[in-house]
């Protein structure tokens, strides 16, 4: 079964604090893993994937096949990170599946 | 650019009403995904599309109906909306799954 687990609702911090927002899958094929974001009143964005490898917003995520995540990391986290954050897995079934979502709260 | 559009944006019908939420893109894109989106659930995939005519079961299809007859549209019907179905309802587009997947700006159902 294709499966994401975002183990965290909601995760506060202050700012400048680092951030790790937690994402575990389970796919049988190859993955194709994406972190989405939803702001405040806006449409769901794309803010990076797997295959990529880029560093957007000073967010990078890693895939790591052998724990099965894809972790969402942030060494300083600002007050206009402050979304929902969802992680996506898509592969060779077509289907694109969602996680639960983490709400990010940063405070000043 | 208009991406992927949906319409209404807000709704609220009775029990076994029915209606068709409507997602338009227009970015040719092949791939077509309708989700819903409740509280502390995520978004859970009802139904997607691969191309014009073709169409299969996501995660939660029951309740729900689609069509694909062009590469733009893929219409959501609900035929007898029961109170289970009040959810905040995603239209996304993109190329094959290893792309990025644009959304439109959701359509709010309530269903009294």
């Known amino acids: 079964a294709q499966r994401v687990t975002q183990p965290e609702k909601l995760l506060s911090v202050f700012k400048g604090a680092p951030v790790e927002l937690k994402c575990n899958y389970s796919?049988?094929?190859?993955?194709?893993l994406f972190w989405y974001v939803q702001y405040s009143r806006q449409r769901l964005q794309l803010l990076l994937r797997?295959?990529s490898r880029e560093s957007i917003k000073g967010f990078t995520a890693d895939l790591n096949k052998g724990e099965t995540s894809f972790h969402l990391k942030k060494p300083f986290a600002q007050e206009e990170d402050s979304a929902m954050y969802y992680c996506a897995l898509g592969g060779n079934t077509d289907k694109l599946i969602f996680g639960t979502g983490t709400r990010l709260q940063v405070f000043p | 650019n208009a991406g992927v559009t949906q319409t209404p944006k807000f709704r609220i019908l009775k029990i076994g009403q029915s209606m068709t939420l409507q997602c338009a893109q227009d970015?040719?894109?092949?791939?077509m995904y309708w989700y819903r989106q409740d509280p502390g659930m995520g978004l859970k995939l009802i139904y997607y599309?691969?191309?014009?005519?073709?169409?299969d079961k996501g995660e939660v299809p029951n309740g729900y109906n689609v069509s694909r007859s062009t590469t733009e549209d893929f219409p959501l019907r609900l035929e007898l909306a029961a109170p289970s179905q009040t959810s905040v309802y995603f239209c996304a587009s993109s190329k094959p799954t290893g792309t990025e997947a644009f959304f439109g700006q959701g359509t709010r159902l309530t269903v009294v």
């Open positions: 599309s691969v191309g014009a005519g073709i169409t």
């Open positions: 970015m040719n894109h092949n791939y």
């Open positions: 796919y049988s094929g190859s993955p194709e």
């Open positions: 797997h295959i």
